[in-house]
């Protein structure tokens, strides 16, 4: 479902971050990107989404090589991706059904369906009885959840999240944890960049680490491996 | 497989919803570039009335210049008669004549009692002036190639071709214009682009809003239709002080004016059409330079 074969990338400015990178990621996995700072887990995840292109190799997500895509495809492979990010992204003037919902009206989905997925994503992640606040109204635990909701309102077969926890409190970061672990056991893949070390070490799942652009370790049920 | 763009109407009016937000939002930018284009539009208006004008008239000067040629003066009339049909003759022979008129002196002194007054009528008891030959060439920046084959033929007591007059005006409404398209293009180049930094300053308090749309797949043309939306909102509202002003001006301008110039060499144009179609320019004009302006931010701070 996901595969990198050789990927190369090489920034302008000269910074290798991913130096020949070959994995697979199946439908329904859980999988942990985890490494110290700079080591190039942020460009393997964007490059997912085709925030980032590679240099060389292929990225290959639900079929389709998204290395050789055109400009005009990006936005269909978008939709059936759903991306999570440490400072959540919310709209601050729209509230927590509108920000939801924003991710189906710029696809022009049709307003019942709007209405009703919303609905069913909000009261997944716990916030149906919050849905006219505003985000600042809400507890940062509160709005990554909404963020949440928000990349699965789509129904994506795969799920990035880059650093989901990083802007939270240990409780919330377990609450969301359990979010994406509702999701995965629905068939969803999910992909995490994360410096929890407590996390990886509980939830045991897939962890692939990468240093210096590249898989140093790739276990399933692996732990954390860094210190601090 | 790409995302479809076939357009829904809820689309359409989220589209123009976004852009009306934007232009408040941004009232104060909103109104500077408004009035940059009212101004610009004013003067295209005004500058395209005057032209149109002016322009009317030299071609109705161009289409009336003739040369005037006045015949030698012999006092046999058979000599006189025989003369005048061998030179009627030979200046139809020259190419590019258009058309040869023959007046008699006779019909000189009445043109001239005509416009000079009853007091030349002392002259019909012996009639001064010389018969005359009016030429119309079929060109006539041909004119003066013409008066100077003319001017070599027999019996040819002087020829008026009255080029000076008409090479003057054509040289000063060439100025004119000339100074009038290079001013105005400065000022459509400064008004793009005003309105391109007002979109520019729309796109980048809505940042955040665009980052979204992009990750959950919105298209390109999604995300900058409500900018170029917003430009054309710019340039339409800017042109309509300016077709208010032009038509109100000219429509009772044209009413002193009109009568006061019968019979002289100055015509204005009929209200209608020229309203309509000065109205059309500057509609055009505005609803151009408002999309070009915002394309040119759309183009550089919208890449995917």
Do not use: C
Request: proline share 3%; aromatic share 8%; charged share 25%.
């Amino acid at each position: 479902m996901i595969s990198m074969k050789d990927v190369y990338k090489k920034y302008p400015n000269g910074v290798v971050a991913a130096n020949g990178i070959n994995v697979d990621i199946k439908q329904g996995e859980f999988v942990y990107v985890v490494g110290p700072s700079g080591a190039g887990k942020s460009t393997f995840i964007k490059m997912m989404y085709s925030e980032e292109k590679p240099t060389s190799g292929d990225v290959i997500i639900n079929n389709k090589n998204i290395a050789k895509m055109k400009k005009g495809q990006i936005p269909q492979l978008r939709r059936e991706l759903g991306v999570v990010f440490q400072d959540f992204k919310l709209l601050p003037k729209l509230s927590v059904f509108e920000n939801v919902a924003f991710a189906l009206e710029v696809i022009e989905e049709h307003p019942k369906i709007i209405k009703k997925r919303v609905m069913e994503v909000l009261d997944l992640v716990g916030l149906k009885h919050k849905m006219r606040m505003l985000p600042s109204e809400l507890s940062g635990g509160e709005q990554q959840r909404v963020s949440i909701a928000r990349s699965i309102v789509n129904v994506p077969k795969i799920v990035i999240a880059d650093e989901p926890t990083g802007n939270l409190d240990p409780e919330n970061s377990w609450e969301i944890m359990k979010i994406f672990e509702e999701i995965n056991t629905r068939g969803t893949t999910v992909v995490m960049a994360t410096h929890n070390r407590e996390i990886v070490n509980t939830i045991r799942k897939r962890v692939i680490a990468i240093e210096s652009g590249m898989i140093a370790r790739d276990i399933d049920g692996g732990d954390y491996g860094y210190e601090g | 497989m790409e995302v479809t763009t076939v357009m829904k109407g809820r689309t359409i009016r989220r589209h123009f919803r976004e852009s009306f937000k934007s232009l408040g939002r941004n009232a104060w930018m909103t109104f500077a570039s408004v009035s940059a284009v009212t101004v610009t539009l004013l003067l295209v208006g005004v500058f395209a009335i005057i032209m149109m004008n002016l322009n009317n008239t030299a071609t109705s000067v161009e289409d009336d210049v003739e040369i005037k040629v006045l015949i030698e003066i012999i006092d046999d009339e058979q000599q006189a008669k025989a003369a005048e049909n061998q030179l009627i003759k030979e200046v139809k022979n020259i190419s590019g004549v258009a058309e040869v008129k023959y007046s008699t002196k006779d019909d000189e002194l009445n043109i001239l009692i005509d416009t000079l007054g009853d007091e030349f009528k002392l002259y019909e008891q012996s009639n001064p002036l010389r018969s005359a030959l009016y030429v119309k060439a079929s060109d006539p920046t041909q004119i003066l190639a013409i008066s100077d084959k003319i001017k070599k033929l027999d019996n040819v007591h002087n020829v008026v071709d009255g080029k000076d007059t008409y090479e003057n005006l054509f040289s000063f409404l060439e100025t004119g214009r000339n100074i009038g398209i290079v001013l105005i293009l400065g000022l459509l180049f400064t008004v793009i682009f005003l309105i391109s930094n007002t979109i520019r300053i729309t796109i980048i308090a809505r940042k955040d809003e665009i980052e979204i749309m992009k990750l959950v797949g919105a298209t390109n043309s999604f995300v900058r239709i409500p900018f170029l939306l917003e430009g054309m909102w710019i340039g339409i509202l800017g042109s309509i002080i300016p077709m208010a002003i032009v038509s109100t001006a000219y429509y009772n301008l044209h009413k002193v004016l009109a009568p006061e110039l019968k019979g002289q060499l100055l015509q204005l144009l009929d209200v209608s059409p020229l309203i309509w179609q000065v109205n059309t320019l500057i509609i055009l004009l505005g609803i151009f330079i408002g999309l070009w302006g915002s394309f040119m931010s759309v183009r550089k701070f919208l890449r995917v």
